[in-house]
C-alpha cells in the first residue's frame, strides 16, 4: 500500500496505475525548515486512516505517525495475502521479516514492540511472534532481507514468507534531523527529498503453481546482490565515495545472468543529486547487461521517500510492470539506504507450461 496527498493509492494496482502516469503526491506541509519555508511532504490524507476498521491497543505517547504506520501495515499485509487465502494456500502461520528505519532514525519511530503487538492482534493476519525477524537498515531492507526470505523458504522449509515494511516520516524530530542536514525539499532547497510515507509487503512462495500468474507467465525473483558503501552519506570525511557498494550490489544479482536484455532499473533514488553518483558508476560497470537505452524508474518522484517500505513497493512495481509486458522479460530493482547498504535483485517473467 501506497497512498498521499494526491491519491497516489491505496492498493498495489492503483498504485501502479498512478506511478505509470506520473501523478505527484507532492504537497506543502504543516511541517516549517529552520528558514521558516513549508517543507515539501508526500504523505496520506488523514481523513484516509479514519476510513481504516483496525482494531489498535494504544500507548499513553500513542501519536499520529503511530497511527499511520500500523493501519498502513495491516492494510498491506492484508492484501498481500488475501489472494493465497482465498486459494487456500495458507495453512500455517507465516513468517515475516519486518523492515525498519536504520538504527540511527529509529529513536524518531514507532516503538517496535508496539507493532508487532498491534500486526499480531489482527486475528485474519496469519503471524506468529517467534517467527518475525526484524531487519533495521533502511531502504535497503526490504532487498537485502530476501536473503533471508530465501533462507526461511528453501532451508527451513517454510511453504510462503512475507516480507516488507511500513514506514511515515510523520514526525516533528525525524523532519527535524533531515532539515539539520538540509535534506527536505523545500521552495527554498531544490537538492532535497520528500518525505513520504506508506507501506509495501510481499508474500513469497517456493511453489511455482501458487505465484501470481498472467498468460502463463509468473514473476521470480533472483537471489539479492548485498553490498556495501564506505563512503556513505553519514561516513567520516575520510571515506570516499566511489559508489563501488552499488556497483557490487549490482554484480551480486546479476551474477547469474547472461545476456544483454534488462530494459528497465527500478531504485530508490529520490531527488538528492547524492544518489546520482553511484548509479552512473553501476550502470556503466555492468552495462553489458542492459538493453540500450536503459529507462530509468524512480517513482519516488510520485509517491516521495517511502523509507525502509520503499525496497518492496520497488519489487511490485516491477512486477506489474513485467506482468503486462509481452516482449520483456527481466528487470533490475535496487535500494540505497543512507548507511552503507546497498542491495539489488533481478525481477524476472517466467513462461509456466
Request: glycine share 8%; charged share 20%.
Amino acid at each position: 500500500m501506497t497512498a498521499n496527498g494526491r491519491h497516489i493509492g491505496a492498493d498495489a494496482p492503483s498504485t501502479a496505475a498512478a506511478v505509470n502516469a506520473e501523478v505527484s503526491g507532492y504537497q506543502l506541509s504543516s511541517f516549517f525548515n529552520k528558514q521558516g519555508k513549508p517543507m515539501t511532504l508526500a504523505t496520506v490524507p488523514t481523513d484516509v486512516f479514519s476510513l481504516v476498521e483496525v482494531e489498535i491497543d494504544t500507548v499513553a505517547y500513542y501519536s499520529a505517525q503511530y497511527d499511520h504506520i500500523i493501519k498502513m501495515a495491516v492494510v498491506a499485509l492484508s492484501e498481500a495475502l488475501r489472494s493465497a487465502a482465498e486459494k487456500q494456500f495458507i495453512k500455517h502461520p507465516v513468517p515475516l521479516i519486518l523492515v525498519l528505519p536504520e538504527e540511527h532514525e529509529k529513536k524518531n519511530y514507532i516503538p517496535i514492540d508496539l507493532l508487532i503487538h498491534n500486526l499480531l492482534k489482527q486475528e485474519h493476519l496469519p503471524l506468529k511472534q517467534e517467527w518475525i525477524h526484524c531487519l533495521a537498515t533502511g531502504r535497503a531492507a526490504g532487498i537485502q532481507g530476501l536473503e533471508l526470505t530465501l533462507n526461511a523458504l528453501y532451508e527451513q522449509g517454510h511453504d510462503h514468507v512475507l516480507i516488507g515494511g511500513s514506514d511515515s516520516y510523520w514526525n516533528a524530530a525525524r523532519l527535524g534531523a533531515l532539515d539539520k542536514d538540509e535534506r527536505v525539499l523545500a521552495s527554498n532547497r531544490m537538492d532535497g527529498f520528500a518525505p513520504g510515507e506508506g507501506a509495501g509487503f510481499l508474500l513469497l512462495t517456493r511453489h511455482p503453481e501458487q505465484a501470481l500468474s498472467h498468460n502463463n507467465t509468473i514473476i521470480a525473483l533472483s537471489s539479492p546482490g548485498i553490498s556495501e558503501e564506505p563512503g556513505h552519506l553519514y561516513a567520516s570525511e575520510e571515506q570516499t565515495y566511489r559508489g563501488d557498494g552499488l556497483d557490487q550490489a549490482f554484480k551480486g544479482a546479476l551474477k547469474d545472468h547472461s545476456g544483454a536484455d534488462i530494459q528497465r532499473i527500478y531504485s530508490s533514488m529520490n531527488g538528492e543529486h547524492y544518489w546520482a553518483k553511484e548509479f552512473g558508476v553501476a550502470l556503466l560497470r555492468n552495462q553489458s547487461h542492459f538493453k540500450d537505452p536503459t529507462i530509468m524508474a524512480h517513482p519516488a518522484d510520485c509517491y516521495g521517500d517511502l523509507g525502509a517500505a520503499a525496497g518492496p513497493v520497488l519489487i511490485g512495481l516491477a512486477a506489474t510492470h513485467l506482468l503486462k509486458q509481452a516482449d520483456v522479460a527481466s528487470h533490475l530493482v535496487y535500494s540505497s539506504s543512507d548507511g552503507p547498504f546497498r542491495a539489488a535483485v533481478r525481477v524476472e517473467k517466467i513462461t509456466t507450461t
